[in-house]
């Protein structure tokens, strides 16, 4: 990219590109009036208050910013290969030694990939795994209740069984009814839950760095692979009561 004379760009996060697509008001930056230049979202930090600007930055020409007063100074590279967590700390220990000849505190700070995968993971662990846990938990107590309940029922389902048999339906059609009562029964519950908890997980990944929660890590994966967990439990249980019901419950 290219900043051309009288221009300013904008570097955002994603989510803001598309409401920023038609923006097209210029700003006054010292004595340089510019206009917009162009739009950009390449991953450079920008989820941290004390990191490369919070949520957007204003690039503009030196000429323009000269003379103004600095708030913040932050210093950006893209290695040739990733920084690995030895390499940040081996930064980190000169980083700190340097404060202590220094004899001040400094309030800089180091952020690499690998950390922010690493504090990701980490905070990921501590805050989703008891929730993930509490889920399963109250997951599997209403899937008991509910199959007890169907279970309890059965005398009562074979009476109506076997008046529809009377009144002449088929046992094709009474296994398929039997179906449908247990597909709106254990629906029902399930639904809210999904449509609560799928958002939930979208927006609560997208809390790191963006580039950090990729792969298998992705939130799209996550969902998909929270779901397949719960509703194999939530299948093992359905399977299990309508195995018993049915044979119980259906007419020879």
């Not at 008001?25 to 004390?50: K, M, P, W």
């Not at 059609?173 to 449908?180: D, F, N, P, Q, V």
């Amino acid at each position: 990219m290219e900043l051309q004379q009288g221009e300013y760009l904008i570097h955002c996060r994603a989510y803001l590109e598309e409401h920023l697509a038609d923006y097209t008001r210029s700003i006054s930056c010292g004595r340089a009036h510019l206009t917009l230049g162009g739009v950009y979202t390449e991953h450079l930090l920008q989820n941290y208050a004390t990191s490369n600007g919070a949520r957007y930055i204003l690039v503009v020409p030196d000429e323009a910013a000269e003379g103004l007063p600095v708030f913040h100074h932050a210093y950006a590279a893209r290695t040739a290969s990733p920084v690995t967590e030895a390499q940040f700390y081996d930064l980190y220990d000169i980083h700190y030694r340097l404060e202590e000849q220094n004899l001040e505190r400094s309030y800089d700070e180091i952020h690499t990939k690998a950390m922010e995968e690493e504090d990701a993971a980490a905070w990921t662990a501590v805050t989703v795994f008891p929730l993930f846990f509490l889920a399963l938990s109250l997951t599997m107590t209403a899937a008991t209740i509910l199959t007890i309940q169907q279970l309890s029922e059965s005398e009562r389902y074979r009476r109506q069984f076997a008046l529809l048999q009377k009144l002449g339906m088929d046992h094709r059609e009474m296994a398929k009814a039997l179906r449908t009562q247990f597909a709106i029964y254990y629906a029902l519950p399930a639904v809210p839950p999904v449509l609560i908890g799928v958002p939930f997980i979208f927006h609560f990944a997208h809390a790191p760095e963006p580039g950090v929660m990729v792969g298998i890590n992705s939130p799209g994966a996550i969902v998909m692979i929270s779901l397949g967990i719960f509703f194999l439990i939530y299948a093992v249980y359905i399977l299990l009561a309508y195995t018993s019901l049915k044979r119980n419950v259906l007419p020879k």
